[in-house]
Nanobody, 121 residues
Framework: QVQLVESGGALVQPGGSLRLSCAAS????????MGWYRQAPGKQRELVATITSGGSINYVDSVKGRFTISRDNAKNTVSLQMNSLKPEDTAVYYC???????????????WGQGTQVTVSS
């Protein structure tokens, strides 16, 4: 199977920055898209940013110009640099990956356990 482990969540003041990281491990043959989603209290989980293995990137409008997603295909990692953070960015952030595993040979979508980001003064 595949495990996704996130790190980097914290309490930060408005206007501050954080960098989230996610590492995938397990019986991995290929990782297609990787991404970050978030879920605020009382709200549905929403897409924040995704990046394909070829480097195509997509952002939700509310984070464009403030967040930057990147990945290291050799290390099976994805990161999210978050700048100019706002209180409305407060949420649990989840890593997501579309993975083809070796054993068994199967393509599945996997989620991390989530990391809390709180933006507050």
């Amino acid at each position: 199977q595949v495990q996704l482990v996130e790190s980097g969540g914290a309490l930060v003041q408005p206007g501050g920055s954080l960098r989230l990281s996610c590492a995938a491990s397990g019986s991995i043959l290929n990782i297609y898209a990787m991404g970050w989603y978030r879920q605020a209290p009382g709200k549905q989980r929403e897409l924040v940013a995704t990046i394909t293995s070829g480097g195509s990137i997509n952002y939700v409008d509310s984070v464009k110009g403030r967040f930057t997603i990147s990945r290291d295909n050799a290390k099976n990692t994805v990161s999210l640099q978050m700048n100019s953070l706002k209180p409305e960015d407060t949420a649990v952030y989840y890593c997501n990956a579309d993975v083809r595993t070796m054993v068994p040979i199967r393509r599945n979508n996997y989620w991390g356990q989530g990391t809390q980001v709180t933006v507050s003064s």
